[in-house]
Structure formats: C-alpha cells, structure tokens
C-alpha cells in the first residue's frame, strides 16, 4: 500500500469552483493538492462550457456582422463563406490556452495536480484512482467541487452522434441543415444562434410557456421577438415524447403536432449536480437527489469537509463557484467568507445579450416589494445608434422607500459588459438615485444604465 500525501487542504475538482479555491487556498499559505479526473484542469466551463461556446458565439457573431450588417455601414462584401473545422480549430486553442493557463497558475502557486478520479473515503482521505495506480491524500480540510453534468431525459437519450448534449453542439463538425433543440434555455438559445447564424435551421422545442423561465417577462418578451426575427423557429408549451435516429437523420416526435425531422437534436433541459460514485453519503454527507447539502458556511457537517458550485445547487454558474471557492477556503481558515447571491450576474450570451442581476419585476411583485421602475431603450441611446445595435432596452429596479437598488434587467449590446456596474453597485447597496448621479462617460452604451436609473425618479434626459 503506498503511502499517505500529507497535504493541509485538497480539492476534489478542477473545475471554476475548485481551482479558484486551490488557489486561494495556496495563497493562505496551504498545501494544496486538487484532484481531477479529466487530461486537463478548468472544469465544465473552462473546457466544454463558458469557453469554447464564448469562442463559437464570438465567431458566428463575426460571420453574421459580415454578413448582414456591413451593408449597413457602407461596406460591401462577397457573402462570407464560414470553414467549421478552422472555426473549431480556433475555439480548441482558446480553449487549450486556458486550461494551459490553469495549469500554469497551479505551478506558480505550488499547487499538486493529482489526475485521477476521487473518492472520498474518511472526513479526511480522499483516494484517487489515476493511469498509475491509486493514492490516498490526507488532509485536515477538504473541499468537493464535482459540479454538474447535462439532464438525460429517459425518453431522449444521448447517442452523442446525432442525439447531442451541449458538449456534442460544440464540435457538430458541419453547418447542419436543421438543427432541433429541446429547451429555450441558456444554452437551448447561445448554442441554437452559432449554428442560426452560420446558416442552419434552427427549431428550438420549450415545455414551458416562455423561453428563458425565470427570466424578467419583459426582457424575455422582447428577446423572443427578435429571436423570432432572427429565424429561430420557437415553439413554446411544447412538449417532446420522443426521437428515432433514422439513419443521419432524427425524427422528433412531438404532443399533437406532426413529426420534426432534424439533422442534430441537442437537448438542453438542465444540469444536474455530478456526486454519485464518490464516497460522499458513505463518508457522512447528506445529499438530496444528488445535490450536496452544506450550511451558510458551505460545510457539509462532516468534519472539515465543505462544498461549493454546482454540485450544491443554486445558480450553476463559474463566478458563483468560484466566489464559492474562496468564501470556503476563507471559512476554513478562520476567516469570514461570504457570497453575496443578490448581486450574482446572470448573463445569456445571444446576441442582443441578456443581462440581470436581482429581483426580476415578477419576483418583485410576488415578495410584495413596493417598487418603481426606470426603462431605457437602446434606441434613444447615441452609441447604440453609431453602432446601429439599437434593439433592447435596460430597466431598473428600485426600492420605492429607500430608492436601493433591488434589480437591474438587460437586453441589448454588450449588456454582458453592462451588467457589471449593476452588479457592483448591488454589492455596494446602491441606490438608482447613485447611478443616476454618477457621471458616465458620452457616448457610451453605461449611458442606458444611467438614464433608465433617471428614468425611476422620471428624469430621463434623452427620452
Ligand atoms: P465543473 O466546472 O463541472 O468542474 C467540476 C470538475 O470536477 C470537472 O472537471 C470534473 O471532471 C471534476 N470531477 C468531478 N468529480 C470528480 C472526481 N470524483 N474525481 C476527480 N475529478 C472530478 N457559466 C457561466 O457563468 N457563464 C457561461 O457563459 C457559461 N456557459 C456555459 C456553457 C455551457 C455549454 C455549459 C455546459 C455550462 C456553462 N456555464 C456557464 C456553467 C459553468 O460551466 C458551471 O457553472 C461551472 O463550470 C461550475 O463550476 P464547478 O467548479 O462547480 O464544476
Ligand atoms: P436551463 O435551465 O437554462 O434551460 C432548460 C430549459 O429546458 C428550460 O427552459 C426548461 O423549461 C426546458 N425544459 C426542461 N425540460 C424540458 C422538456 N422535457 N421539453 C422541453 N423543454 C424542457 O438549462 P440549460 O440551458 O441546459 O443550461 C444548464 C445550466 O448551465 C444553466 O441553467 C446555467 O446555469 C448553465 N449555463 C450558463 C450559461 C451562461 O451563464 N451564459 C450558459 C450555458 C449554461
């Protein structure tokens, strides 16, 4: 039996959640080792998330402003023809520059990468089973970060060929002719625009009423629209029973509407928290359908085990992991940590964006909050018109006694750049009346965040 790493505190997981907080962990002066499974560290959103459908969005938004909106601004040019492989060869290298980037930071931090995959076997082992064999780490803290892995629907199963998960519509190795998406999430809608705008038939299949549950109905109305004019084919209260693969091709069957055939279905209806396997419920930790249960203080009861990002629930996004990460590190070091869920931004990266941060109205008006609201619409804005991206608008939330700042909502141009300043003044406790007053500089697209903060106390200066 090989011996014991003695380490003072290890992650179970590479992903946004758990490298941040191996690095913050380093930086407090731990010995940190953080095991990981995958041939490369960065997690779900470094290596088939955030990343690589950041790096696709970016390029079919290129193709598209090409395309459609040279004309615009004077300029002709030959319709643009789009080489996949090269488009994919592109997001593999971003994508490996940043988890070679992980890596690096790692090194620099004195930082153990154990490849291999962990189980937790006492509130202080972790064994890892790797190529060469399995090790047990010791440490006196642990922090699980597995995170999270795509729904399976029991009637649409994978094939990873033509029945595809978000993993599967990031490397589809053509434009395809039709491309058939179960759900009008996030990724439903950022993965359904790079193949919209590349050329291919996009049918997106909702359960719900709305595309974006959850979402502000207002922003969520208006992005309909233009989705809608965009060429996605959305069908909401849709409901899907089940796909054939008939050869290349897929026939979906759908509740009381004829048969859709599809080069790709990609079903995106959800993640779910990744746990089974690891030791966790045998090791002591409570887990509920799968999802870690911690405390405020992200401890799991057991020892001084804690866990953070997807695999606790809550928002499955890499800046909610990775503040996580470093309140649980904080935490275990005898320091405060927190994570303000409030002032947690939510962006969609369609194009126009979607941003928001806080209460949406409906949220609002249910908690019985007294409010007003302020709106501006991107047409009234200068920079938007220069940039002829004029569709959508930024609406803001405000306490009707305080005047504090209780949601901001977002549909337009660069609102996932935007968005930031809502976010930070939500962190400081601002007020509409505070952004109103700060002096934003012309012309920029922050003007809409300023005038639609004007817009609460019904000062708007440009309307
Ligand atoms: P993960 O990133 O899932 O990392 C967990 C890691 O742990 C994995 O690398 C896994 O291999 C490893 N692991 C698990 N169990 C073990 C084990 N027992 N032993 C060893 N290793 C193990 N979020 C955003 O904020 N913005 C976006 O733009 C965005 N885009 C996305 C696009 C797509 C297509 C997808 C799928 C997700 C996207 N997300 C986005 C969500 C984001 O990727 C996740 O919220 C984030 O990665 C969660 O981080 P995590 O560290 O909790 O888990
Ligand atoms: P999602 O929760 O965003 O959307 C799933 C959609 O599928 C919902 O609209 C839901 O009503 C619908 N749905 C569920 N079951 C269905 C069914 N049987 N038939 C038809 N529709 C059905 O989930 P997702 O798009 O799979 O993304 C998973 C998670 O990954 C997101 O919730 C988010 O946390 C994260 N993510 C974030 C980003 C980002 O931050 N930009 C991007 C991608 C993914």
New binding site residues.
Partial sequence: MAEEQQYDLVV???????YVAAIRAAQLGFKTAC????NALG???VR???IP??ALLDSSELFEQIRDKSAVHGISVPPPTVDVAKMHARKDGVVKANTDGVAFLFRKNKIDWVR????LTSPETIEVQGEDGTRTLRAKTIIL????VPVELPFLRYDHERIID?TGA?TIPEVPGHLVVVGGGV?GL??GSVWLRLGAKVTVLEMAPTILPGMDGEIVRQADRIFRRQGFDIRTETRVTGAERQGDRVVVSVEGQDPIEADYLLVSVG?RA?TEG?GLEEAGVRLDRGVIQVDQNFHTGVGSVYA????IGGR????K?EEEGVAAVEIAAGHLGDVNYDAVAN?V?TWPEIASVGLTEEEAKAAGREYRVGKFPFQANGRARAAAETDGLVKVLADAHTDRLIGVHMLGPRCSDLIAEAAFAMEMHASAEDIARSVHAHPTFPEALKEAALAVDGRTIHL
């Fill in positions: 179970l997981g590479g992903g946004p959640g758990g095991v990981e499974k995958q997690g779900t959103c088939i998330g955030c459908s950041k291999g995959f962990g189980r970060a597995p995170g999270s978000s990031l990724i950022e993965l993640r990744y690891m953070i990002g997807d695999a499955m996004l890499a800046h992991a962006v990266y």
